[in-house]
C-alpha cells in the first residue's frame, strides 16, 4: 500500500497552517470593512465598503467554512500520517546482518 499512498507530513502541516493564516487574515479584512466606520475620508468610498461588506459576507461566511475544513483536514491527515509511520517504525524489528539471533 506504501506504493500507493504517500504524504510528506511536514508539507500538509505547513498547508494547515498557512490555510489557517489566510483564513485569520480574510477574517481580518472582513472585520475592516463591517466597522470601518470613516477611515476612508469619503463618504463614497465609505459607502462603496460597507455595500461590499453587506453583500459579501454570505460568500465570505462559506469561504471561511471551507477554508477552516480544508485546514482541518490538512491538519488530520499530518497527525494521522505521522502517527501511522511512527507506529509502523515502532512495531518493525531491525536484526543485524550476519549477526547470531
Known sequence: MAD????DVQVAGEMSR?????RNSFN????SFESGGGVTG???VQKA?????????????????????????????AEGAGQLD???ADAVTVKPAGGAS
Open 4 to 7: 500507493r499512498f504517500g504524504v
Open 18 to 22: 498557512h490555510l489557517a493564516e489566510i
Open 28 to 31: 481580518d479584512l472582513g472585520s
Open 42 to 44: 469619503s463618504a463614497r
Open 49 to 77: 465598503l460597507g455595500e461590499f461588506a453587506s453583500h459579501s459576507s454570505d460568500v465570505r461566511k462559506k469561504l471561511d467554512q471551507e477554508l477552516e475544513r480544508a485546514a482541518g483536514l490538512l491538519a488530520g491527515l
Open 86 to 88: 511512527q507506529g509502523l
